[in-house]
């Protein structure tokens, strides 16, 4: 493994105010919430862009990454799951729909500032800002996010029956000079 650069000249990956990198869901539920409630370490770093979600990688850990996602209205994720990587999200700002597609059938349910969402791998849904103010959002993926299968839209073919498309994990957006 090689690092160019110094890596300590990037905070917001190098933090040392944990006991110890997290490794059980509660752990990771612990670190979500307390990265959500350092707005100052998240808010700056949020951008919109008109054409897609937006993304930036916050943290990475053994076995685990998190990230920074925002949400214009009518963004949506598109029925996905991801891959061999459970997770733990919450919304930080706005709101956003879930759609999810389990053996008992289709769900929906409203996810807003302060509560959080534990997904397994293989698990799949959608995410949608279905208001009309720009949403934000916090994800863990554990392990690492390498891979999301992407299938069709509801408009297009019941996701159960799509076939899927691979794509890769989203690579961090270059953010722009402040």
Known sequence: MSIAGDPLAFPHLTRTDLPGHPTTV???????????????????????DALTRWYARLETGPGYEVWL?????????????HGESAGV???????????????????TRTLRPGGQRVFS??????????SLEPAVSIHLYTPGLTAMTQYGTAGEQPASAALPEQTGAPAPAPAPEV
Not at 69 to 81: E, K, M
């Open 26 to 48: 509660a752990g990771y539920a612990r670190l979500v919430r307390e990265i959500a409630a350092d707005r100052d370490r998240w808010a700056p770093l949020v951008r919109y």
């Open 69 to 81: 996602l925002s949400w214009l209205p009518g963004q949506s994720s598109g029925f996905h799951d």
């Open 89 to 107: 999200m919450t919304v930080v700002q706005g709101e956003l729909v879930e759609r999810s597609l389990t053996r008992a059938g289709e769900g």
């Open 121 to 130: 791998d293989g698990y799949l849904h959608e995410m949608l800002n279905g």
